[in-house]
């Protein structure tokens, strides 16, 4: 079974930056990492679990939610089976935990329930 490990969160201060990581294991060999689409998503409590970006197989095409754009990176490291996020620019609406996912899908409209497994996340605050 997939596993996804979060990491990289934290206190920050408004304008600051965080680099998100994501480590997959868990696959099996005839469907790899290098195979499956990269997603990032992000909840605050009492809200749906929402889209952050996407990064495709090969790591060529990006698609990020409209409050994502031009602060925010994705990318990924086929060879270590890892993911990233790096945020820029933070404000304190960015404070939610975030979540990586895989899928083997590209999904034009990524929605939570679209992903069966799910890991901790990690907890990312942004002070005014």
């Known amino acids: 079974q997939v596993q996804l490990t979060e990491s990289g969160g934290g206190l920050v201060q408004a304008g600051g930056s965080l680099r998100l990581s994501c480590e997959v294991s868990?696959?099996?060999?005839?469907?790899?990492?290098?195979?499956?689409?990269m997603y990032w998503f992000r909840q605050t409590p009492g809200k749906e679990r929402e889209f952050v970006a996407q990064?495709?197989?090969?790591?060529?095409?990006?698609k990020y939610a409209d409050f994502a754009k031009g602060r925010f990176t994705i990318s990924r490291d086929n060879s270590m089976n890892m993911a990233y996020l790096q945020m820029n620019g933070l404000k304190p609406d960015d404070t939610a935990v975030y979540y990586c996912?895989?899928?083997?899908?590209?999904?034009?409209?990524?929605?939570?329930?679209?992903?069966?497994?799910w890991g901790q996340g990690t907890q990312v605050t942004v002070s005014s």
């Open positions: 990064i495709l197989t090969t790591g060529g095409d990006t």
């Open positions: 868990g696959l099996h060999f005839t469907s790899p990492f290098s195979r499956r689409h």
């Open positions: 996912n895989v899928h083997t899908l590209y999904l034009a409209t990524p929605q939570s329930g679209d992903f069966p497994v």
